[in-house]
């Protein structure tokens, strides 16, 4: 958590919303993040950075549902 903080602030990237979800049994942590950006390459910029951090398994955008 701390070096996707980290790495943010570097960015200057403006977390909204961070929620953690702990799964004991697979020894791993799913953290969600809202965040505040200027345009879609900003977006695509720090994910792949978070993505290069390491014990980062991936990193992925959640998709609107269309209705």
């Known amino acids: 958590l701390k070096d996707i903080s980290t790495t943010m602030a570097n960015e200057k990237i403006k977390m909204i919303n961070l929620i953690a979800y702990l799964n004991p049994q697979k ?8 965040i505040e950006i200027e345009d879609i390459n900003t977006l ?24």
């Open 27 to 34: 020894q791993s942590v799913k953290i969600k993040i809202t």
């Open 44 to 67: 695509s910029n720090i994910m792949n950075r978070i993505q290069q951090l390491p014990n980062v398994l991936s990193v992925e955008r959640p998709r609107q549902k269309t209705q």
